[in-house]
Protein backbone atom coordinates (compact mmCIF):
# COMPACT_ATOMS: atom_id res chain seq x y z
CA UNK A 1 0.00 0.00 0.00
CA UNK A 2 1.47 3.47 -0.86
CA UNK A 3 1.42 6.06 2.08
CA UNK A 4 -0.69 8.55 2.59
CA UNK A 5 0.53 11.90 1.52
CA UNK A 6 0.47 14.57 3.79
CA UNK A 7 -0.79 18.02 2.59
CA UNK A 8 2.46 19.55 3.65
CA UNK A 9 4.25 17.07 1.64
CA UNK A 10 2.11 17.23 -1.17
CA UNK A 11 2.81 21.60 -1.32
CA UNK A 12 6.36 20.71 -1.46
CA UNK A 13 6.31 17.65 -3.66
CA UNK A 14 3.84 19.63 -6.39
CA UNK A 15 6.26 22.36 -6.47
CA UNK A 16 9.12 20.25 -7.05
CA UNK A 17 7.02 18.14 -9.74
CA UNK A 18 5.92 21.26 -12.05
CA UNK A 19 8.73 22.30 -11.73
CA UNK A 20 9.87 20.38 -14.28
CA UNK A 21 6.19 18.85 -15.35
CA UNK A 22 5.83 16.26 -18.31
CA UNK A 23 3.96 13.84 -19.35
CA UNK A 24 3.89 11.75 -17.93
CA UNK A 25 6.02 12.66 -15.19
CA UNK A 26 9.35 11.11 -14.96
CA UNK A 27 10.47 8.19 -12.74
CA UNK A 28 12.51 10.55 -10.63
CA UNK A 29 9.37 12.91 -9.28
CA UNK A 30 7.21 10.09 -8.34
CA UNK A 31 10.68 8.19 -6.57
CA UNK A 32 11.34 11.76 -4.77
CA UNK A 33 7.62 12.17 -3.62
CA UNK A 34 7.82 8.79 -2.25
CA UNK A 35 10.75 8.64 -0.75
CA UNK A 36 10.12 11.97 1.15
CA UNK A 37 6.53 10.83 2.46
CA UNK A 38 8.19 7.83 3.92
CA UNK A 39 10.82 10.08 5.17
CA UNK A 40 8.62 12.10 7.22
CA UNK A 41 6.65 9.32 8.26
CA UNK A 42 9.76 7.26 9.82
CA UNK A 43 11.35 10.25 11.27
CA UNK A 44 8.04 11.29 13.33
CA UNK A 45 7.88 7.95 14.33
CA UNK A 46 10.97 8.05 15.92
CA UNK A 47 12.97 5.27 13.19
CA UNK A 48 15.77 7.18 12.33
CA UNK A 49 17.22 4.72 10.46
CA UNK A 50 14.42 3.96 7.63
CA UNK A 51 14.21 8.12 7.83
CA UNK A 52 18.06 8.31 7.06
CA UNK A 53 17.52 5.71 4.02
CA UNK A 54 14.77 7.07 2.88
CA UNK A 55 15.87 10.69 2.54
CA UNK A 56 19.01 9.12 1.07
CA UNK A 57 17.02 8.02 -1.72
CA UNK A 58 15.08 10.77 -2.39
CA UNK A 59 18.32 12.77 -2.26
CA UNK A 60 19.58 10.61 -4.67
CA UNK A 61 16.52 10.87 -7.20
CA UNK A 62 16.44 15.11 -7.12
CA UNK A 63 20.09 14.77 -7.86
CA UNK A 64 19.69 13.23 -11.42
CA UNK A 65 18.30 16.87 -12.02
CA UNK A 66 21.45 18.82 -11.26
CA UNK A 67 19.40 20.98 -10.10
CA UNK A 68 19.97 22.75 -6.52
CA UNK A 69 17.17 24.84 -6.12
CA UNK A 70 14.59 21.57 -6.18
CA UNK A 71 17.27 19.89 -3.31
CA UNK A 72 16.44 22.84 -1.00
CA UNK A 73 12.87 21.95 -1.37
CA UNK A 74 13.40 18.45 0.08
CA UNK A 75 16.05 19.81 2.14
CA UNK A 76 13.39 22.57 4.08
CA UNK A 77 10.76 19.53 4.27
CA UNK A 78 12.94 17.29 6.08
CA UNK A 79 13.98 20.45 8.70
CA UNK A 80 10.32 21.41 9.04
CA UNK A 81 9.55 17.57 10.73
CA UNK A 82 12.42 18.42 13.31
CA UNK A 83 11.12 22.14 14.07
CA UNK A 84 7.39 20.44 14.76
CA UNK A 85 9.41 18.22 16.94
CA UNK A 86 10.87 21.05 18.86
CA UNK A 87 14.14 20.73 17.60
CA UNK A 88 15.11 24.49 16.67
CA UNK A 89 18.26 25.40 14.57
CA UNK A 90 19.79 26.22 10.95
CA UNK A 91 18.53 23.86 8.35
CA UNK A 92 21.67 22.78 7.25
CA UNK A 93 20.87 20.75 4.47
CA UNK A 94 19.46 24.25 2.98
CA UNK A 95 22.30 26.23 3.71
CA UNK A 96 24.29 23.95 0.92
CA UNK A 97 21.87 25.22 -1.94
CA UNK A 98 20.97 28.72 -0.36
CA UNK A 99 22.29 30.28 -3.16
CA UNK A 100 20.57 28.95 -5.82
CA UNK A 101 17.41 29.00 -3.39
CA UNK A 102 14.16 30.83 -4.70
CA UNK A 103 12.35 33.36 -2.80
CA UNK A 104 9.14 30.78 -1.68
CA UNK A 105 11.92 28.69 -0.61
CA UNK A 106 14.18 31.63 1.47
CA UNK A 107 10.82 32.76 3.09
CA UNK A 108 10.13 29.31 4.44
CA UNK A 109 13.85 29.25 5.31
CA UNK A 110 13.40 32.32 7.77
CA UNK A 111 10.04 31.22 8.96
CA UNK A 112 11.73 27.75 10.32
CA UNK A 113 13.85 30.00 12.08
CA UNK A 114 10.85 32.38 13.25
CA UNK A 115 12.81 35.70 11.43
CA UNK A 116 10.07 35.60 8.98
CA UNK A 117 10.32 39.34 7.24
CA UNK A 118 6.21 40.75 6.80
CA UNK A 119 7.00 41.05 3.14
CA UNK A 120 8.05 36.87 3.00
CA UNK A 121 4.72 35.77 4.47
CA UNK A 122 2.67 35.55 1.28
CA UNK A 123 5.72 33.21 -0.36
CA UNK A 124 4.78 30.28 1.96
CA UNK A 125 2.34 27.65 1.69
CA UNK A 126 -0.99 28.59 2.06
CA UNK A 127 -1.96 26.43 5.53
CA UNK A 128 0.73 28.22 7.13
CA UNK A 129 0.04 31.80 6.25
CA UNK A 130 -2.17 32.48 8.95
CA UNK A 131 0.27 31.20 11.38
CA UNK A 132 2.66 33.71 10.73
CA UNK A 133 0.57 36.40 10.88
CA UNK A 134 1.04 38.45 14.28
CA UNK A 135 -1.00 37.07 17.58
CA UNK A 136 -4.22 38.45 18.37
CA UNK A 137 -4.78 36.82 21.57
CA UNK A 138 -4.94 33.36 22.86
CA UNK A 139 -8.40 32.43 21.92
CA UNK A 140 -7.91 33.47 18.38
CA UNK A 141 -4.53 32.40 17.78
CA UNK A 142 -6.04 28.42 18.99
CA UNK A 143 -8.67 29.10 16.89
CA UNK A 144 -6.84 29.71 13.74
CA UNK A 145 -4.26 26.73 14.56
CA UNK A 146 -7.35 24.58 15.00
CA UNK A 147 -8.23 25.49 11.66
CA UNK A 148 -5.22 24.08 9.87
CA UNK A 149 -5.92 20.74 8.51
CA UNK A 150 -2.66 19.58 7.88
CA UNK A 151 -1.11 18.38 11.17
CA UNK A 152 2.57 18.66 10.09
CA UNK A 153 1.94 22.59 9.54
CA UNK A 154 -0.33 22.65 12.87
CA UNK A 155 2.78 21.42 14.55
CA UNK A 156 5.29 23.39 12.74
CA UNK A 157 3.16 26.48 13.87
CA UNK A 158 2.57 26.25 17.29
CA UNK A 159 6.24 25.17 17.60
CA UNK A 160 7.46 28.63 16.23
CA UNK A 161 4.79 30.11 18.70
CA UNK A 162 6.23 28.05 21.53
CA UNK A 163 9.50 29.48 20.93
CA UNK A 164 8.42 33.23 20.36
CA UNK A 165 6.60 32.65 24.09
CA UNK A 166 2.75 32.56 22.06
CA UNK A 167 2.11 28.80 22.96
CA UNK A 168 -0.74 28.74 25.32
CA UNK A 169 -1.88 25.87 27.82
CA UNK A 170 -4.87 25.58 25.01
CA UNK A 171 -1.79 25.56 21.78
CA UNK A 172 0.00 22.97 23.67
CA UNK A 173 -2.87 20.45 24.51
CA UNK A 174 -3.54 21.05 20.76
CA UNK A 175 -0.32 19.95 19.53
CA UNK A 176 -0.28 17.18 21.82
CA UNK A 177 -3.83 15.44 20.62
CA UNK A 178 -2.22 16.32 16.94
CA UNK A 179 0.97 14.31 17.79
CA UNK A 180 -0.97 11.61 19.57
CA UNK A 181 -3.68 11.33 16.87
CA UNK A 182 -1.24 10.90 14.47
CA UNK A 183 0.76 8.18 16.10
CA UNK A 184 3.68 10.40 15.45
CA UNK A 185 5.76 9.08 18.61
CA UNK A 186 8.85 11.91 18.43
CA UNK A 187 7.00 15.14 18.50
CA UNK A 188 4.80 13.50 20.76
CA UNK A 189 7.31 13.24 23.20
CA UNK A 190 8.82 16.40 22.86
CA UNK A 191 5.47 18.12 23.31
CA UNK A 192 4.27 16.40 26.63
CA UNK A 193 7.56 16.93 28.04
CA UNK A 194 6.72 20.55 27.31
CA UNK A 195 3.36 20.55 28.76
CA UNK A 196 4.67 18.35 32.11
CA UNK A 197 7.39 21.28 32.40
CA UNK A 198 5.12 23.67 32.69
CA UNK A 199 2.91 21.45 34.84
CA UNK A 200 5.67 21.02 37.50
CA UNK A 201 6.43 24.68 36.91
CA UNK A 202 2.98 25.69 37.96
CA UNK A 203 2.98 23.61 41.44
CA UNK A 204 0.32 20.94 39.18
CA UNK A 205 2.12 17.72 40.42
CA UNK A 206 -1.27 15.71 39.88
CA UNK A 207 -1.02 17.38 36.46
CA UNK A 208 2.43 16.10 36.04
CA UNK A 209 1.99 12.90 37.54
CA UNK A 210 -0.59 12.61 34.90
CA UNK A 211 1.53 13.27 31.95
CA UNK A 212 4.63 11.22 33.21
CA UNK A 213 2.29 8.27 32.75
CA UNK A 214 1.82 9.03 28.89
CA UNK A 215 4.93 10.08 28.67
CA UNK A 216 6.29 6.38 30.26
CA UNK A 217 3.57 4.72 27.49
CA UNK A 218 5.11 6.64 24.82
CA UNK A 219 8.12 4.91 25.46
CA UNK A 220 6.86 1.45 26.51
CA UNK A 221 7.72 0.11 22.86
CA UNK A 222 10.81 1.66 22.06
CA UNK A 223 12.97 5.07 21.92
CA UNK A 224 11.39 7.40 19.63
Not at 30 to 45: E, H, K, S
Not at 98 to 124: F, S, T, W
Amino acid sequence: MKPRLLPLVLTFMTMLLTACAGTPPPDWQMNAQGAMQLTLDAYLAGNDRVATNEFTRAREEVSRTGRPELMARAELLRCAADVASLQFGVCGGFERYRADAAAPELAYAAYLQGRLAAGQAAQLPAAQQPLAAPSRGDAADLATLQAVADPLSRLLGAALWLQVGRASPAVLALAVDTASAQGWRRPLLAWLLVQQRRAADAGDQAEAARIGRRIELVFANGKP
